[in-house]
């Protein structure tokens, strides 16, 4: 190790649970529902857990339960003086066209592939994105924040289909495996480390919820 090796640090966070989420229907880039009460309790928990890292800026999806969730987090942060917030649309989650708010059938063929094979996974008939738009989206913001703070700890605050195939693309797997280890826990913290002069990043820590109390949720 050279004693001056630059690193970037990023904690992703999924929102928190929304009524969209329980009753299993389709939320993507073009749908929002409000965050249920458990969803707000974890959301504070993680900005708990985190409250002394000193973030050097956060960058937010610009959809409201990625919002509301980023901001129950920086509220128990003790370093917010001179925290540069931004907020990305190429964060938003993956769109699910016609199918947006639709009830989840868990039989369908294209939602087995999101699930299982992203790299079969096509949603021409429905007018969806596809996995390649949504990973080169999301990529394009990690790169541009991870030349801007080499030394950076970043909050990343998103969704569930974005940040499990953008974390997995980022650690170097197939495209076939873009979805492995999730689904990610809402308000989950999955902590990823590069090297400026690597080209994959390292998991420090992968869709962690061990500071979320047991509270039955409602």
Request: hydrophobic letters at 35%.
């Amino acid at each position: 190790m050279k004693g001056m090796e630059h690193m970037t640090t990023f904690y992703f966070v999924r929102h928190g649970k929304t009524e969209l989420n329980l009753s299993l229907r389709f939320q993507g880039g073009e749908i929002d529902s409000p965050l249920l009460p458990i969803g707000i309790e974890q959301a504070i928990q993680a900005g708990r857990y985190l409250c002394d890292i000193s973030f050097d800026m956060a960058a937010i999806s610009t959809q409201k339960r990625a919002m509301d969730t980023a901001n129950y987090i920086l509220k128990e942060n003790n370093y917010l003086d001179g925290l540069t917030v931004q907020y990305h649309d190429n964060l938003r989650e993956i769109r699910f066209g016609e199918r947006e708010g639709a009830e989840i059938d868990q039989t369908d063929e294209q939602t087995n592939h999101l699930r299982k094979r992203p790299d079969l996974y096509d949603p021409a008939a429905f007018g969806g994105e596809t996995i390649d738009s949504l990973v080169a989206r999301s990529t394009q913001v990690i790169e541009r924040i991870s030349k801007q703070y080499p030394d950076g700890k970043v909050l990343i605050v998103a969704h569930g289909v974005l940040l499990i195939t953008l974390i997995n693309s980022l650690v170097g797997k197939e495209k076939s495996k873009w979805r492995e280890g999730g689904p990610l826990a809402n308000t989950s913290i999955t902590i990823l480390e590069k090297a400026n002069d690597q080209s994959k990043y390292m998991i420090r820590a992968f869709n962690d919820i061990s500071y979320q109390s047991k509270n039955e949720e409602a």
